[in-house]
C-alpha cells in the first residue's frame, strides 16, 4: 500500500489522480490533499478519499473549512494552513508518492522537498522544473528520487525511452524528439483577429479539458515552450534536438527518433487518466478508467512545423532556454502575470507575448546557482511584468 498526497487536489489534474486513485484502493491510500481556496470540492473530496490531513493555503479559507468539518463524519481530519505546510506534507513519512499538481511558480517549493526526500514525484507542475532545472534534477539523483513526468507529452517520451534513461544511456540512441502539439483553439484563425479574441475562447481547448492558466499557455503555444524546456531538462537534450510537432487530433502524444531510423510513438484517447494511470502503477501498468482507443474512428493524423510569428511565444521559450541561467524562470513568471492580466481583461492576447518579451529584454539571467537566486528572479520578472502592463 503507498501512501499519496496531493498538491493541488481541487485542480483538473488533481481531480482526475482522485479518480486513479478510487479505482486502485487496495494500492493506494490517499494521506494528504492540498487546496489553495475551493472549500467546497476539498470537502467533497474528503468525504470520499478519507486523507489524514489537509492543507487550505488561504488561512480564512482554513478556518471556515475548519468549521465545516465540525460535527461532520469527517471532524478527524487535521487541517493545516500556509504555503509551509505544502512543504510539510508533501514530506510525511507515509507519503511514498507526491502528485505535484500546483499550477505555476507557487508549487516550486513543495514539489523540490518531495524530490529533496527521495519521495516518488509525479510531477505535472511544469513551471517548477522549468524555474529549477538542474536544481531539481540533482536533487532527484541526490536523494534517491524517483521522478515520473505526468505531462502527456513528457510521459509518451518516457514509455518510449528504453528503462533507464534517467542514467543519461539513451542520449546516444535517440536522436530526437518529436514534441506533439494540438496547435490550441485559434491554430487556423486569420492573425489579424488574434488581437480580439476573449478569455473564454482562449480557455475552451479543442481536445483537453484543463485549468485557465494553462488552457491560455496552449493557445499562445507557451505550453509547448515551457515543455520544450520541460524535455530537455528531463531526457538531457539540446534544444535543438526538440522538434515540435502541430497534430491536431492530439492522437499522438509525442515521439522519440531513434538514431537507427526507429521512431517509437505513443498514442491513446486525449485523457490525462492515461499519463496518471501509467505514473502510478509504474513500472507496472492498470487500468485508468479511459475508453480504449477506437483506431478505426482516427481517421486521419495531420503533422505540421508551427509557425513561430503566429506563436511568438514558442521563440521566446526556445530564446529563453538559449540564454539559460534564470532566464526560463524570468520567461515563466512574466507569463503567469500576463496570462492572468488577460484572464482579468487588463491585456488582449497578442498582448502576453509582447509583455513577456518586453520583460526578458530588460532584464539579465544570471546562472540559476541556487534557489535563493531562482526565487529573487522570479518576483524581480513579476514586478517589471505588473510595471509594463500599466505601460501598454
Ligand atoms: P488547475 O487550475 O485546474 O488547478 C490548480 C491547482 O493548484 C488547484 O488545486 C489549486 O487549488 C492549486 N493552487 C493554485 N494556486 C495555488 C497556490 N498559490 N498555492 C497552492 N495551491 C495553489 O490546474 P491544472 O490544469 O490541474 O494544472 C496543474 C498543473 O499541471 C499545471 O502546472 C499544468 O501546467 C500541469 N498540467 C495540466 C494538465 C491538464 O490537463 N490539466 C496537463 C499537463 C500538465
Ligand atoms: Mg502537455
Redesign the pocket.
Known amino acids: 500500500m503507498k501512501g499519496l498526497c496531493i498538491l493541488?487536489?481541487?485542480?483538473?489534474?488533481?481531480v482526475s489522480t482522485l479518480d486513479v486513485a478510487a479505482r486502485h484502493s487496495d494500492l493506494y491510500k490517499v494521506v494528504a490533499l492540498?487546496?489553495?481556496?475551493?472549500i467546497d470540492l476539498l470537502f467533497e473530496q474528503c468525504l470520499a478519499h478519507r486523507p489524514e490531513v489537509v492543507v487550505v493555503?488561504d488561512e480564512h479559507k482554513a478556518l471556515a473549512f475548519a468549521e465545516k468539518l465540525q460535527g461532520s463524519p469527517i471532524a478527524d481530519i487535521k487541517v493545516l494552513s500556509g504555503?509551509a505546510s505544502?512543504e510539510q506534507v508533501a514530506t510525511l513519512d507515509n507519503v511514498d508518492s507526491v502528485m505535484a499538481?500546483?499550477?505555476?511558480a507557487?508549487?516550486l517549493l513543495p514539489s523540490l522537498a518531495a524530490a529533496k526526500a527521495g519521495k516518488t514525484i509525479l510531477l505535472?507542475?511544469?513551471?517548477a522544473l522549468v524555474m529549477s532545472g538542474d536544481i531539481f534534477m540533482q536533487a532527484v539523483r541526490e536523494s534517491g528520487a524517483h521522478l515520473l513526468p505526468?505531462?502527456?507529452e513528457h510521459n509518451a517520451i518516457f514509455q518510449c525511452m528504453p528503462a533507464g534513461y534517467e542514467s543519461g544511456m539513451h542520449a546516444k540512441q535517440a536522436r530526437r524528439i518529436l514534441l506533439t502539439a494540438s496547435g490550441g483553439p485559434f491554430r487556423q484563425m486569420p492573425v489579424e483577429q488574434l488581437p480580439h479574441v476573449t478569455p473564454a475562447q482562449a480557455v475552451a481547448h479543442p481536445n483537453?479539458d484543463?485549468?485557465?492558466?494553462?488552457s491560455v499557455d496552449s493557445a499562445t503555444m507557451m505550453n509547448k515552450g515551457l515543455e520544450m524546456i520541460e524535455a530537455c531538462i528531463l531526457f538531457a537534450m539540446q534544444p535543438e534536438q526538440i522538434q515540435v510537432v502541430i497534430h491536431p487530433q492530439s492522437v499522438i502524444h509525442s515521439m522519440v527518433d531513434y538514431v537507427d531510423g526507429t521512431v517509437l510513438a505513443q498514442m491513446g484517447n486525449p485523457d490525462?487518466r492515461v499519463p496518471i494511470a501509467y505514473s502510478m502503477a509504474w513500472p507496472e501498468r492498470f487500468d485508468s478508467g479511459v475508453e480504449p482507443l477506437n483506431i478505426f474512428d482516427v481517421k486521419r493524423m495531420d503533422f505540421e512545423a508551427p509557425n513561430l510569428e503566429r506563436f511568438p511565444c514558442l521563440r521566446l521559450a526556445y530564446q529563453a532556454i538559449a540564454t539559460g541561467g534564470t532566464m526560463p524562470t524570468i520567461l515563466n513568471a512574466a507569463n503567469e502575470i500576463a496570462v492572468d492580466a488577460f484572464l482579468n481583461e487588463r491585456i488582449r492576447f497578442t498582448d502576453i507575448p509582447l509583455i513577456i518579451e518586453r520583460c526578458m529584454d530588460s532584464l539579465t539571467a544570471t546562472p540559476a546557482d541556487n534557489l535563493e537566486i531562482i526565487l529573487a528572479a522570479d518576483q524581480q520578472a513579476r514586478t517589471v511584468s505588473r510595471q509594463l502592463i500599466t505601460e501598454l
Open positions: 493541488g487536489a481541487t485542480g483538473s489534474i488533481g492540498t487546496a489553495n481556496n475551493n493555503v504555503a505544502l499538481a500546483i499550477v505555476g507557487a508549487g505535472a507542475n511544469k513551471e505526468i505531462d502527456s483537453w484543463m485549468g485557465k492558466k494553462i490525462m
